[in-house]
């Protein structure tokens, strides 16, 4: 076991190694000198992989460890279909009844704000759907996605072109056009959730196990879960 675990950790400190040296290249070639402004647009970018490798491990690793599923990943939670829906119709009505969109840090948290709440709003079914297992949670959530899929593909249809443009904007990122101040944000929402996620490690080590044993430990599995899924949907 000390072995296996010896082991793994060379194998991520030659990974973050790796990595670093490859970050030192991509801002400082050797071959020439980089311009300050391509260096802070480069700096800018590499934050933007970092952050989005970061919230990606653990969003994944945490929701593969509570539903005992190396195969799932959270978008099978129908949260892009969420999300789109959410940006259509901000940007639907927005067009129709202010006229001209905010800006954009306002609307990243206002959309924020939206999906925390839809969350909210499902946590008194959320307790008796955790009884039932998460095969009918995943069921739901995949009759879910489509029906927000199918929501936004008809407001989409209806919206003015240049609207639609706008959205088709937001929902296709690029690391051509990072948004620091949105880039803030969300770094500190990752890093609050990175700081919970190493506080409920050992708990999430016992969840490792099978939900019988946690069961048997004395963690309350339902409670958990519930605060876990509240991260992957906010």
Same mark, same amino acid.
């Given at each position: 076991?000390?072995?296996? #675990?010896?082991? $793994?950790?060379?194998?991520? %400190? +030659?990974?973050?190694?790796? =990595?670093? /040296?490859?970050?030192?290249?991509?801002?400082?070639?050797?071959?020439?000198?980089?311009?300050?402004? *391509?260096?802070?647009?480069?700096?800018?970018?590499? @934050?933007?992989?970092?952050?989005?490798? *970061? =919230?990606?491990? /653990?969003? $994944?690793?945490?929701?593969?460890?509570?539903?005992?599923?190396?195969?799932? $990943?959270?978008? *099978?939670l129908g949260m892009e279909s969420l999300y789109v829906f959410m940006q259509t119709i901000y940007l639907f009505f927005a067009s129709k009844f202010i006229g001209n969109t905010g800006h954009p840090l306002l609307e990243f948290i206002l959309v924020l704000l939206i999906q925390c709440g839809?969350?909210?709003? %499902?946590?008194?079914?959320? #307790?008796?759907?955790?009884?039932?297992?998460?095969?009918?949670?995943? /069921?739901?959530?995949? =009759? +879910?996605? $489509? +029906?927000?899929?199918? =929501?936004?593909?008809? %407001?989409?249809? @209806?919206?003015?072109?240049?609207?639609?443009?706008?959205l088709q904007t937001k929902l296709f990122p690029s690391f051509q056009r990072i948004n620091m101040d949105i880039l803030s944000v969300a770094a500190i929402i990752i890093g609050l959730a990175g700081l919970y996620l190493l506080k409920k490690n050992a708990i999430l080590n016992v969840f490792h196990l099978d939900k019988k044993t946690t069961t048997i430990l004395g963690v309350e599995v339902e409670k958990e879960q519930k605060k876990y899924y509240g991260q992957l949907f906010c």
């Open positions: 076991m000390n072995k296996m #675990k010896s082991q $793994t950790r060379n194998r991520l %400190l +030659l990974l973050l190694l790796v =990595a670093s /040296l490859s970050g030192l290249l991509y801002l400082m070639p050797m071959d020439y000198p980089l311009p300050g402004f *391509i260096m802070k647009l480069r700096s800018q970018k590499l @934050l933007a992989y970092l952050l989005v490798a *970061i =919230a990606g491990g /653990l969003a $994944t690793i945490s929701f593969q460890t509570i539903t005992e599923n190396r195969f799932l $990943t959270p978008s *099978i839809f969350f909210f709003c %499902l946590q008194p079914a959320l #307790k008796k759907l955790l009884q039932q297992g998460f095969v009918f949670i995943l /069921l739901i959530c995949m =009759a +879910l996605g $489509t +029906l927000f899929r199918s =929501a936004s593909t008809f %407001l989409q249809v @209806l919206m003015d072109p240049n609207e639609y443009d706008k």
